[in-house]
């Protein structure tokens, strides 16, 4: 049960943005809401909800984050986000990968189905057909982390590890591309290569 607990600590974190959790909490029966702790998680399994026609039960979690300044914790998301586009964008041509990363985020969207993500829609789309350039990129990620702290617990939870998922496909499908038009260009050489960890 402490391990349980660890990892859901833990990915409350990282859908938080990497701010520091205070603790989680559950709903129970009267409507009050209960801080989670190893001691309370056979507890807090008796107030899980029924998936409609998928037999899987949900419990909904309340996470609660240390005293961070608002502005601090914003900040300190948004450099993550810009660092791992950094580095799932290193030696692409932004104006190639912005598109489809935007395309990923629609797709996202569409899977996912929750309101507080359709704001992002005419965002992403402007990106995907080149209405804003790449180089707005960057001003957009605060209206993305806000769309994405607006969702339940239950949908944050592995949210960012599909994200970057969908992010890393997107990449890799601008590096092929690359290595297509150099090699019908009859210049292997000059062709994105593989990056080590994706072989």
Known sequence: QGEALERLMARAASASGGAAVRHLAYRDDEGDWCTLT????????????????????????????????????????????????????????????????????????????????????????????????????????PGVLAAARALPCEQLVGLEDLVRYAAEAAAEELRREMVDEALAAGSPTEAAAPRADDA
């Open 38 to 141: 190893t001691e309370s998680i056979l507890d807090a399994l008796e107030f899980t909800e029924a998936a409609e026609g998928s037999g899987i039960k949900i419990l909904r979690l309340r996470v609660v984050l240390a005293d961070v300044p608002e502005a601090d914790a914003e900040g300190d998301a948004q450099r993550r986000v810009e660092r791992e586009l950094e580095r799932i964008g290193d030696g692409l041509d932004p104006v190639r990968l912005i598109p489809k990363l935007a395309s990923a985020g629609l797709r996202l969207v569409e899977d996912l189905q929750h309101p507080a993500l359709f704001p992002l829609i005419d965002v992403l789309s402007d990106f995907r057909d080149g209405r804003r350039p790449a180089s707005a990129a960057p001003g957009a990620v």
